[in-house]
């Protein structure tokens, strides 16, 4: 199976009934965000064998996975056993990547309680933890049983996370679908079409199902991300992988007209849209260009000092580009 069974819940109430379905006196451990489960207290009163956790992305790594594994042995899972995962992308990163090595793997379940995890970060089976060298340079592949999406989860979410979902969302409609990224640019944020994040996981689950292992199409995925990431290490996670993101794309488009000649509005649209969000269109690096280079060319793309760079032809037309790292270092001080 190359793609996770994704499932579809009104309410936290029939998402409970579900699991508690599933575990049917299996032996199970869950691991929950402790800021979802203050929340959301009705997730207390379940048979789900609760853990309360919190993981932040700087804590991403593998002391913090050594910690869940601890915690696997004491409830003494086995690879028969449910891991369920509460929470958002880095917590969906850092239990699929415990559970994934677990005596060679056990079941995962995730259970996203973000718009990015939603929409983005539950989908996949890329599972991974951060190193000195990097985001996600520790990793595996395994695609989770089943992924529970329950939009009630929304309606307890910052704004500010809200907005970063958007970005995931406005990406794969970048990538394949050009009504959905005019239906993000005049999203309501307060009210969230489920419609919306059911597009983008088909989007994103038709392309990891043609390219699991990530050799070709499925590198379409990591438009905007190639200099996201750069910026999210380079800040410290200082700034949210939404934000630093939603850079990354606005660079790659800039780039995208001059290489590519896409349309200039698409640029201008989805500058306007960041504006609207009031998140920051551009970024100055702290890092010393060597520093920067060091880190590009150990992306997971980068090959003999040539990084594999999504840019757009036009809205659904992505192309890849094999990019020198210093030209593509060099494009950062004008895109």
């Not at 699991?212 to 200082?238: A, C, P, Q, V, W």
């Not at 780039?255 to 969000?277: A, R, T």
Request: a negative charge; glycine letters at 6%.
């Amino acid at each position: 199976m190359q793609k996770s069974n994704v499932r579809y819940f009104e309410n936290l109430k029939e998402l409970i009934t579900y699991c508690e379905k599933i575990i049917d006196n299996k032996n199970c451990l869950t691991f929950v965000d402790e800021n979802v489960l203050t929340k959301f207290p009705i997730l207390q009163n379940t048979t789900m064998n609760l853990k309360k956790i919190e993981i932040k992305e700087d804590e991403k790594n593998l002391n913090t996975v050594t910690k869940i594994w601890e915690d696997m042995f004491e409830q003494s899972i086995q690879r028969t056993s449910t891991i369920f995962s509460i929470g958002g992308g880095v917590m969906s990163d850092s239990i699929g990547f415990a559970a994934s090595t677990y005596k060679r793997g056990t079941s995962l379940i995730l259970i996203p309680t973000t718009l990015l995890s939603m929409v983005d970060a539950a989908h996949g089976g890329k599972n991974g933890i951060n190193t000195k060298h990097g985001k996600n340079q520790l990793g595996t592949f395994m695609i989770p049983e089943e992924v529970l999406i329950c939009p009630e989860f929304l309606n307890e979410l910052p704004e500010n996370q809200i907005k970063s979902g958007l970005i995931e969302l406005i990406k794969a409609g970048f990538l394949k679908n050009p009504e959905l990224v005019e239906e993000v640019y005049d999203i309501d944020i307060t009210k969230i079409n489920i419609e919306l994040i059911k597009s983008a996981i088909d989007i994103k689950n038709g392309i990891v199902e043609s390219d699991f292992k990530e050799t070709s199409e499925r590198m379409y995925l990591n438009f905007g991300h190639t200099i996201g990431h750069l910026i999210e290490i380079d800040s410290n996670h200082g700034i949210s992988h939404g934000e630093a993101v939603a850079i990354g794309i606005l660079k790659a488009l800039r780039i995208s007209e001059k290489k590519c000649n896409l349309d200039p509005l698409v640029v201008e649209s989805f500058q306007s849209f960041l504006k609207k969000l009031e998140f920051d269109i551009d970024y100055k690096f702290n890092s010393e260009l060597n520093q920067l280079r060091d880190l590009l060319s150990n992306d997971k793309k980068s090959s003999n000092n040539i990084v594999r760079y999504v840019l757009l032809r036009n809205i659904g037309d992505p192309i890849l580009i094999d990019y020198n790292l210093d030209e593509l270092l060099n494009e950062l001080n004008y895109a």
